[in-house]
């Protein structure tokens, strides 16, 4: 599925006479949903609502350039086919404003999301009048690219007790996530980072600092029930709940800081020490890191979420190997830096 999707995106772009490039940060409708332009009401300028509207109402792709776009009239619909493309997580960020959540995917819906942030989401009730899915609420295809999910939440003060404070899976969703990074989303439920349902595959992406209210062992980072796959993923330091909770298959390559993954016991509680969250809304590794270079090349992305190289030799033992996460780690020419074995 990953050699596929590395042309994705210009397959699907190729296909378009049009793109949609929103060109305002005002949360406005279409004004004619269908006709073929981008027109808010009652600004008529080409909005993000705008134009995630008549994108799928006439199959064209849209572009979002950087910025912070608010949500402020509600979660955006998927319903029809969505190709979305930012200029790069932390530069278009898209905001829930924690009022609604950013992206609800029905059955019918199909999207690919890449290089953006969905920031500050919470689950009101959507498709199917579900309330679950901080950030995003996925129950049809869902391809999410290079982005970062964080700061999206489950709100238990009114009484919601959903799961899946960053994204949620639904039983009748396919969601693949590449170059992911999913950050400090909570839940009351289970999943304080995932929910998954579904079926979900998860490649080359980085789980951190999430947290479930629920119980010792919800999930802070992954609460699944349906089918997932991890490769070259990296769980690390999900509290209130434990990393992951149910059954993840190991495709390989991944690390974990407690044992609940169910990973061998050479990539299981892995003291594994983040950077804060940079300005590309990732959270880095460093300098001896036990991520550096303990991924699988098979299917390793050419490119980390930013931009960078893939594989790099970050340990300097002369081989290059993609490392474990969203981020893949340079090192600077001066440094010397022990050979990590695996």
């Given at each position: ?77 998927i319903t029809k086919n969505l190709t979305l493309t930012g200029a790069g997580s932390g530069k278009t960020k898209i905001d829930g404003m924690l009022k609604s959540r950013v992206f609800d995917i029905a059955d019918t819906g199909f999207a690919y999301i890449g290089k ?55 039983s009748t969703g396919k969601a693949t996530l590449v170059n992911v990074t999913i950050v400090g989303n909570s839940t009351s439920g289970a999943g304080g980072g995932i929910e998954n349902l579904g079926t979900m595959d998860v490649y080359n992406s980085t789980i951190a ?134």
């Amino acid at each position: 599925m990953v050699c596929g999707l590395a042309i994705l995106p210009q397959t699907v772009l190729s296909q378009e006479r049009q793109i949609f490039t929103v060109n305002s940060i005002l949360d406005e409708p279409d004004g004619n949903i269908g006709d073929g332009n981008c027109i808010s009401n009652p600004s008529r300028l080409c909005t993000l609502r705008a134009a995630v509207q008549e994108g799928q109402a006439v199959n064209r792709a849209v572009t979002v350039p950087a910025g912070l776009y608010e949500l402020s009239q509600g979660h955006l619909d998927i319903t029809k086919n969505l190709t979305l493309t930012g200029a790069g997580s932390g530069k278009t960020k898209i905001d829930g404003m924690l009022k609604s959540r950013v992206f609800d995917i029905a059955d019918t819906g199909f999207a690919y999301i890449g290089k953006v942030t969905v920031q500050w989401g919470n689950a009101t009730p959507g498709f199917a009048s579900h309330s679950h899915g901080g950030g995003i609420h996925n129950h049809g295809t869902l391809i999410l690219v290079d982005s970062t999910v964080r700061a999206s939440s489950i709100n238990w003060r009114y009484g919601n007790v959903w799961g899946g404070g960053g994204l949620t899976n639904a039983s009748t969703g396919k969601a693949t996530l590449v170059n992911v990074t999913i950050v400090g989303n909570s839940t009351s439920g289970a999943g304080g980072g995932i929910e998954n349902l579904g079926t979900m595959d998860v490649y080359n992406s980085t789980i951190a600092n999430n947290q479930s209210f629920r119980s010792a062992t919800s999930g802070g980072g992954i609460a699944n029930t349906g089918t997932i796959q991890l490769k070259n993923t990296l769980v690390a330091n999900n509290y209130e709940g434990d990393n992951c909770d149910g059954t993840i298959v190991d495709l390989g390559g991944n690390l974990s800081s407690d044992a609940t993954c169910g990973f061998p016991t050479s990539r299981s509680n892995v003291e594994i020490v983040l950077g804060g969250r940079d300005d590309n809304d990732m959270l880095p590794i460093y300098a001896e890191s036990p991520a550096i270079d303990r991924g699988i090349d098979d299917q390793c992305q050419s490119t980390d979420q930013r931009g960078m190289t893939r594989p790099l030799d970050g340990n300097r033992d002369g081989v290059a190997t993609c490392d474990v996460g969203a981020y893949e780690y340079l090192a600077p020419l001066s440094e010397g830096v022990d050979t990590i074995t695996n």
